[in-house]
């Protein structure tokens, strides 16, 4: 019998590595939904044979669920925003690159090569960049809506008929911008007072939802959406009448990164596509189909002349700081997790 276990074993060696030869032809991405082009894609398995498949998720809460209940050792790469990366880096949920891994790396802009939520870019690269605020239909409503009012305490003529994003991160830090208070606050009363403001301005919202911020402002099922800079423009772009507000109490500005992931299956099938994003006309495709800004140099001649002239890129003079969303320690980050249970009863 000993000849015949050794045949088996020998069998099972070779089994285990064609899987891992095939295996390095695959690529398998976690992705925000609607936010790189197919063509793009479907360019990178031309040039470099490996097959792309890729999931969505329509928040940074979402995917971090999804990849703790099982998604790890799944996918390669996932696209989280800056508060995120720390979050999952903190949780033992990144991989990490070797110096040098990254051929491309010096393509980095060098305001974003050295971030506080990932140093040295250790297990990410830059993606897009852009703000969240809020979008408003003008054929509804002429008034000024340079205020958070408009989310939380709305006039008559907007109440009932706003969206917001199905995205604790954006709700609350908005909420926080609103009420003036600090981000990651441990005030008892001023967590109190958060948590009834936002009860009281739930009475306002018609819905909490992600995926669809774009469609239900052209639709006109909402006149007022928490949104994404670019979503509003091609809100705007798509035929709807909106606006896009730069409240005078600040919004929120953001930096999704493309970052390895723990147990990636298809490790350097990860490293190619990475080092592929970092090349200023790829990165710029992206830019162009989805409305951001890119983190990586180089990539302005490559680049819709009217990306840069877009309202939602310009801020006006009396609007308010642009500010990245806070990473809470664990006992504070667990009543804010109540407060936006509570919010979405």
């Not at 600090?182 to 948590?195: F, H, V």
Request: hydrophobic share 45%; proline share 5%; net charge negative.
């Amino acid at each position: 019998m000993k000849p015949l276990m050794t045949c088996s074993a020998a069998a099972l060696a070779l089994a285990l590595g064609a899987n891992a030869a095939a295996a390095e032809g695959e690529l398998v991405i976690y992705h925000w939904f609607e936010y790189i082009p197919q063509a793009l894609l479907d360019q990178f398995s031309e040039e470099t044979g490996i097959k792309v498949t890729m999931d969505t998720y329509d928040s940074n809460e979402a995917m971090l669920a999804s990849l703790k209940a099982g998604g790890i050792g799944t996918y390669d790469v996932a696209v989280p925003g800056d508060y995120m990366v720390k979050i999952m880096a903190g949780e033992g949920l990144l991989d990490t690159m070797a110096e040098g891994e990254l051929a491309n790396k010096g393509n980095i802009a060098p305001e974003w090569a050295d971030p506080g939520f990932d140093p040295g870019r250790q297990s990410s690269i830059p993606y897009q960049w852009g703000s969240t605020s809020f979008s408003v239909n003008r054929d509804v409503f002429d008034g000024d809506i340079q205020t958070t009012d408009i989310l939380f305490n709305p006039p008559a003529e907007l109440s009932g008929k706003i969206n917001m994003l199905d995205s604790q991160g954006e709700v609350l830090a908005m909420a926080a911008i609103h009420m003036g208070i600090e981000q990651c606050s441990t005030d008892r009363d001023k967590l109190k007072a958060l948590n009834a403001m936002l009860q009281d301005a739930k009475a306002h919202w018609a819905s909490f939802n992600s995926d669809t911020a774009k469609e239900v402002l052209v639709s006109g099922d909402a006149a007022v959406g928490q949104i994404y800079d670019g979503f509003s423009a091609k809100a705007r772009i798509e035929g709807a009448n909106v606006e896009y507000a730069f409240p005078v109490q600040g919004y929120i500005a953001w930096m999704d990164n493309v970052v390895l992931l723990k147990d990636a299956p298809n490790r350097d099938s990860a490293i190619k596509f990475m080092d592929f994003l970092l090349e200023p006309e790829n990165i710029a495709a992206v830019s162009n189909y989805a409305q951001y800004n890119a983190g990586v140099s180089g990539v302005a001649d490559h680049l819709d002349p009217e990306l840069a002239k877009q309202p939602e890129k310009n801020p006006h003079d009396k609007a308010g700081p642009a500010m990245f969303i806070e990473v809470c320690d664990e006992a504070t980050q667990a009543v804010y997790d109540q407060i936006w249970t509570n919010l979405k009863k």
